[in-house]
């Protein structure tokens, strides 16, 4: 793969952002890791799991993330269609991804990375390999 699925996102939305925030307060737990690049999430005092899948294309299943398609489909239609005066929101990543990125992955929160709908090889490589962690590197 060398080219991206999604357009670079060089600014986060609000919305992301107020998201990232939230981050530090929420309770969400890594039930489980099914592979590199795959994890079971779930948030404190909801019973229901969601699958999320970091890479070529960011994926996650619940609601906000399962309407990322529909939408990216829906504007690209959109700009195709030069009749088309509807406007359609912006697709962005859900908490679960800013999650795994942020949480587990341990991405920095303004590294570009963490609200990208896509990754290329080189940048899936440089995050399972610790290249962005915020993690300290020495111990004390």
């Keep these: ?28 737990y890594v039930l489980r890791r ?19 899948v970091v890479g070529e294309e960011q994926k996650c299943t619940c609601a906000h993330a399962s309407s990322i398609s529909s939408r990216t489909s829906l504007s ?16 962005s990543v859900c908490r679960h991804i800013l999650f795994v990125m942020i949480k587990v992955l341990r991405v920095g929160k303004e590294n570009p990375l963490v609200w990208q709908l896509s990754l290329v090889d080189r940048e899936i490589g440089d995050v399972l390999s610790g290249k962005y962690s915020t993690r300290s590197s020495t111990r004390r």
Excluded: C, N, Y
């Design 1 to 28: 793969m060398t080219s991206r699925k999604h357009p670079w996102v060089s600014k986060p939305s609000q919305e992301v952002l107020q998201t990232i925030a939230d981050l530090d307060s929420a309770r969400l």
């Design 34 to 52: 099914q592979g590199p690049l795959s994890f079971i999430i779930r948030t404190d005092g909801e019973s229901q799991k969601h699958r999320v």
């Design 76 to 91: 690209a239609a959109a700009a195709s269609s030069s009749s088309s005066s509807q406007k359609t929101s912006k697709p």
